[in-house]
Structures are given as C-alpha cells and as structure tokens.
C-alpha cells in the first residue's frame, strides 16, 4: 500500500531531515512510526500524503509513483487517504457538520448522501449531539473525533495519523486508540505517529522507529 | 460545471464574505476608495467630451447676399435653408443692421466710418447647423446648393473649428484610454494586494481543503467569486460616494467658462453598468493573480 525506497528529505541545503528511509506497508496493516521530536516522523507522513516531495528517491501510495502524480490525480490520491493531525487542523468557522462533511462535498456527492453519511459517522462516533457546534466550542478529545470523522468518512485505503493523541489526556487517548483499532478492524491500513512510549507498550502492532532521519 | 459544485461554490462565498466581515468590510473600503478615484476620472472625461463634443456639435454658417435681398427672395432663399436636417436661422442682418454692428464695435473709432459714400457691407444671414442632425459631409454640401443661387456671394463656415474639434475629441479620447488605462492598472493593484490580505488571513483553509483532496478548482472558484462579489461592492460604494460629491458639487458651484454655463452632468446609465461589471472583472483578476501563490503544493 505504502512504499518508499532510498528517499532522502532535506530542507535547505543542510537540513536532512530523512535519509536513506525504505518502507513497505501493507495493505490492511497497523503501523507505528515512532521516535523523539525531530526524527523525521512528520515528515514521513507529509511525504506519504504529499504535502512534502522527496528530494531524491522514490514514494508510492496504491501503485501510484508520489513524483509523477498530476494535480488532479494528487487530489483523487488524497480523497483515499484519511490524515489526522495533532493539533486537528479544524475549519473553526465551520460547524462539526461542515467540517466533517469536507471531504463528501470535495468528492461531489448529493447532498442527500453527505447528510446521511455525515449523520452515520458522527453517531459512530458519539458527536451527533454536536453536529451544529463550531471547534473552539469542544473540547480537545471531541475536536480530534470530529477530524478523525472527516478522514474516515470516504472509506479511505489509508489511515495517517500524526501524533493524534499528543493534545489529550489518558482517557481520551484511549478513546482515539480505541476508534483507530475499530478503523483498522474494517480494513484500512493505519500509519500512527508517536513519540508516546506509553502507546507503544504492550502493543504487538509493528513499530518502525526513525532518529536524526533514519531509520534504526 | 455541476450545479451542485456550483451552488456549493456560491454558497461558500456567501459563507466565507458572512464569516470574515470585518476583513470584507476593510478590502470593499480599500477597492472602493481605489475605483472611487478611477471612476472620478472617468466622470471629468465624460463632461470633457460632453463639453467638447457639445461647442462642436452647433456650428456657426454665413450666407453672404451680393444685394439687399428682398422680402420674397429672402424667404426663397430661407425656405431652401430649412430644407435641410439640423438648420436653424437664428437672424438675418440687413446692409444697415451689419454697419450697426460695426459701428458698435468701432466704439470710438466709429467715426472714421463717416467718410465713407455707400454702405460697402453686405447683408446676410446667419445660421447654425446641428452636425448630430447631419453629419460631417452637410456642411460642405450646403455650401455647393446654396452658392449656386444667383444672389448670394458667399457662404461661410468655420472648417478649421470642424478641424480643431476633432483634433480635440481625438486627443482627448487618447488621453482617455491612457490615464484611464494606467488608473485602471492602479486599482488593479491595490485590490490585488487587498485581496491576498483576505486570502492570507485563509491560508490555513486552503492548506485543509488540498489536503482532504480537493482540486485546485474547487478551492479557488469559492475564492474567484469572492472577489468578484467583493468587486462588486467595492465599485458600487465607489459609484454612490462619487454620486454624493457630484451632488455636492452640482449644488455649490457655478460651473461657466465665458458666458457660457456648463451642464454638469453624472455618468450615464450604461456607462454605470460598464464600471460595476469593470470592478467585478478586476475582482475576479485580482483574486486570480492572489490565489496564484496558493497552489505550489
């Protein structure tokens, strides 16, 4: 599903922030990237969901080659691949409806459907009580459901999630790692970055642990 | 495109204007201040040629007659005269009337006019010709018909104020397109770089709709509407503070150059239409030219 062979990262001209990394994730698997600040875990992700290119080296998301994709293809890449983020990345100015609704009105589908789908999801997910609410109005652990909502609602191939828990508490760090198993239980692979070592404990999931850009 | 993608489209400018009033407001104030100088040019321009076009348009002829004419050749000759589009007799000056008027003029010197045995002036008519009602080519032809009549001398019309006049409206209208041209590419400006302020105070949006998958295109129409609606409305508050200080002006001063009072007058209705579409078309550029920056990733 995932594969990177020998790319390499660097911002600037000294700044490498990947080096060397090769990667295989298969279809349907749950992987961890893990590793202290700075390791490149971000990066990683951002390569995967092209919001960064390689500066050498190859990346392919489904088959697709992430240095030839054409902008349209780019985006139809990006509907199949679900990103969460740690500091949510939310439209503030849209409700948790709107926001979760995102990407079904991006792929073009009726309205009827959007609203059907975004009702199901937020049920799933126990916000349907707070569907007419705006970001700033919940809390820390409500915000990242509802922006776990907007990457699973399209069914996606690909689940990324960086450092999803890093703004939560115990409980509700629980809760995310408890949806992200349910997600990847219905077939999505899942691609978790953390520097958490208490997510990792007890875990039989593969961890892939990157330092100073490499993978060790 | 879709209805619905167009729809969502408009909605989410509607959305977009409504959530971020406050920087709408202060971009619709900056345009608005922009055009309000662009179209206050196109006011004066508009009066100018108004003006020019309206000393041109009546044009001052002579009929000169060899011999006092007569009652019944006078009217022969007038009736000829009225034949034509656009002509209006505005007085006939007999052989005395002229020696009156010349008299007058003299002032002091009237009396070196004493010695003379016979009155050498010679009588004639004076006429002014509509050119809107004819056309540049009448003059030339009233001329022909009427010189052909045995009792006029000579008929006489200002060619080089026809010249002149056209000279003018020319020069004028180069003018036009240049300052207007250049103020035009001015607001352009400014509304560009108050457009990227809006679009910047967004760019975190932009960042989240590319990376849940949307194409350039669905970002950037909401965007292109925007700033056309923000055009829009930026031109019109333009168009309703240069109306104000048109009526003020129009109240307090007197507008006269010579004797003659100058109407004027505000911007016809369909040149209005053509600044409103002009501000909404810069909008749309200046949000095309913003967005440009946007969409490297």
């Keep these: ?27 349907g698997e749950f992987v961890f990237i893990t590793g202290p600040s700075g390791a490149g875990k971000t990066t990683l992700l951002k390569i995967v969901f092209c919001a960064e290119k390689a500066t050498s080296g190859q990346a392919l998301v489904d088959g697709r080659n992430l240095n030839r994709v054409s902008e349209r293809e780019l985006a139809l890449l990006r509907r199949r691949i679900g990103v969460v983020f740690q500091d949510f990345k939310l439209l503030p100015r849209r409700t948790v409806f709107e926001n979760v609704a995102l990407a079904l009105e991006i792929a073009g589908l009726p309205l009827s459907v959007i609203r059907k789908k975004v009702h199901q999801t937020l049920r799933y997910l126990g916000l349907a009580n707070k ?13 990242q459901r509802v922006a776990l909502g907007r990457a699973i609602i399209n069914n996606p191939l690909i689940l990324l999630a960086d450092e999803p828990t890093g703004n939560l ?12 198993r349910e997600i990847h239980v219905k077939g ?29 | 495109m879709k209805i619905t993608f167009l729809r969502y489209s408009i909605r989410q400018a509607m959305a977009n204007i409504f959530n971020n009033r406050l920087v709408h407001l202060i971009g619709v104030g900056t345009m608005a201040i922009a055009f309000l100088i662009f179209d206050a040019f196109i006011l004066i321009f508009v009066n100018l040629s108004y003006w020019t076009e309206e000393r041109g348009r009546l044009l001052s002829m002579s009929v000169y007659f060899k011999e006092e004419p007569d009652r019944i050749v006078l009217e022969d000759v007038q009736r000829e005269l009225l034949g034509f589009p656009g002509v209006t007799i505005k007085r006939f000056i007999s052989k005395d009337d002229a020696m009156e008027d010349l008299r ?12 003379l045995k016979e009155n050498p002036l010679p009588a004639s008519l004076e006429i002014t010709f509509s050119r809107d009602k004819g056309g ?17 001398d000579e008929v006489q019309y200002s060619q080089e104020w026809i010249e002149r006049f056209q000279a003018i409206m020319e020069a004028l209208k180069i003018v036009g397109i240049v300052v207007g041209g250049l103020l035009f590419l001015a607001a352009l400006f400014i509304i560009t770089n108050t457009i990227k302020l809006t679009i910047y105070s967004r760019k975190d949006e932009i960042e989240i709709l590319k990376l849940v998958g949307a194409t350039n295109r669905f970002v ?31 109240a307090r001063v007197d507008l006269r150059i010579g004797f003659a009072s100058l109407d004027f007058v505000f911007l016809p209705p369909e040149c209005i239409v053509l600044l ?22």
């Design chain 1, 1 to 27: 599903m995932i594969q990177l062979f020998h790319v390499y990262k660097t911002f600037g001209s000294k700044n490498s922030a990947l080096i060397d990394v090769s990667l295989r994730v298969r279809k």
């Design chain 1, 131 to 143: 569907e007419g609410y705006y970001p700033p109005q919940l809390s820390g652990g409500e915000q």
């Design chain 1, 169 to 180: 508490d115990p409980d509700l760090t629980m809760e995310i790692m408890a949806l992200l």
């Design chain 1, 188 to 216: 999505t692979t899942v691609v978790v970055a953390t520097h958490s070592q208490e997510l990792l404990r007890d875990t039989r999931r593969r961890i892939v642990s990157l330092s100073k850009g490499r993978i060790v």
């Design chain 2, 104 to 115: 007058r003029q003299l002032g002091d010197e009237a009396g070196l006019l004493d010695g």
């Design chain 2, 136 to 152: 540049d080519s009448i003059p030339h032809q009233l001329k022909r018909r009427l010189e052909r009549i045995n009792i006029v």
């Design chain 2, 220 to 250: 950037k129409i909401p965007f292109l509407i925007e700033g056309s609606i923000q055009g829009f409305l930026g031109g019109s508050l333009a168009l309703i503070l240069l109306f104000v200080a048109y009526m003020i002006v129009v």
């Design chain 2, 276 to 297: 409103l579409v002009m501000s909404s078309i810069a909008g749309l550029i200046g949000s095309t030219i913003s967005l440009g920056r946007f969409f490297r990733i």
